[in-house]
């Protein structure tokens, strides 16, 4: 696609990714960045990411970071906010975004649940307002969901697609504003289901991510769930449904062990213990083990 400007609001680690895949491609992106420890780093981390992934360093130069939402905004083609998961939070900055940036602008949201609508309800240009969720890390999953809300035009969902697919992303139109939309939606029920079972004593933790990552796990990356039910029939998919799906979890709230394990203090990576106990060096090795198969992923996509 023809060069264009980005915008960015937000450095964290979703939005310095976002923005760094810009730039690789050859746009030139703004960051808006209000903490000012975070935006003194936004560049260096783009660039260190740029070498981890074998790219150019020199793509970072094309990144310009400021503290100022409408010098960010006030001159750009596109605009993706990565703000904290607080609908408030995206309101705010939305409404600002109305106001700050080129009535030609598209303006997304890097929301990971929230439904499109309920962060743009009462905005006078919604039309040109949609989600678009990245994946973690940004600058190695493919896959970014391209959400179209109750008012978003045609016209932004394509353009939109079409933009991220030429910076090398697989962008998939969600054609219903539902939380969660496709991916979580998949995600969070397979972790009901998981949860579920170890609190009602079926197995332990590692048994569970055991069994998905030495079965079915395997062939995610070339079968999806539906693919697998034309593979094995459609009769043998709904015998199968027939015995299994009254059986499977069907909680309508969080299950109340999770309630357990963050009232004994054990919320995973961040404190040493959740499902499973983890040292620092095993959570290092399990942190580098995925990124070292994305990026095996990535050169043979």
């Known amino acids: 696609m023809t060069k264009q400007r980005i915008a960015v609001i937000g450095g964290g680690l979703m939005g310095a990714g976002i923005a760094q895949v810009f730039a690789a491609a050859g746009h030139d992106v703004w960051v808006q960045e209000p903490d000012d420890a975070v935006r ?52 705010t900055i939305f409404s600002a975004l109305e106001q700050a940036a080129p009535a030609h602008a598209i303006l997304a949201s890097n929301t990971s649940v929230m439904p499109i609508g309920s962060i743009v309800a009462g905005l006078g240009s ?15 999953v ?7 809300g109750p008012q978003t035009s045609d016209g932004t969902v394509d353009e939109t697609m079409r933009l991220l697919a030429s910076v090398g992303k697989k962008p998939a139109h969600v054609k219903k504003d539902v939380a969660g939309f496709v991916a979580n939606r998949l995600q969070h029920a397979l972790w009901r289901e998981a949860i579920g079972m170890v609190a009602d004593g079926i197995c332990d933790a590692r048994t569970v ?18 693919e697998n039910a034309d593979l094995v029939g459609i009769d043998l998919t709904r015998d199968i449904h027939r015995t299994i799906i009254p059986e499977l979890n069907r909680d309508a709230a969080p299950n109340s062990l999770l309630d357990d394990l963050i009232g ?27 990124v070292d198969h994305l990026i095996a992923a990535r050169g043979r996509a």
């Open 209 to 226: 991510d055991d069994c998905v990552k030495n079965s079915f796990g395997l062939r995610l990356a070339v079968l999806g769930p539906l």
């Open 142 to 148: 493919p896959l970014v969901e391209v959400i179209q």
């Open 264 to 290: 004994a203090g054990r919320l995973g990576f961040k404190t040493g213990e959740g499902f499973q106990q983890w040292s620092d060096e095993e959570q290092a090795a399990l942190r580098a083990r995925l």
């Open 126 to 140: 919604a039309g040109r307002m949609l989600g678009t969720h990245w994946w973690n890390p940004p600058t190695l």
């Open 40 to 91: 003194d780093t936004v560049v260096s981390r783009i660039r260190a990411g740029l070498r981890r992934l074998g790219d150019d360093p020199a793509s970072a130069d094309r990144v310009l970071v400021t503290s100022s939402l409408t010098e960010a905004v006030e001159k750009a083609d596109f605009v993706t906010e990565a703000a904290p998961e607080k609908l408030w939070i995206k309101r």
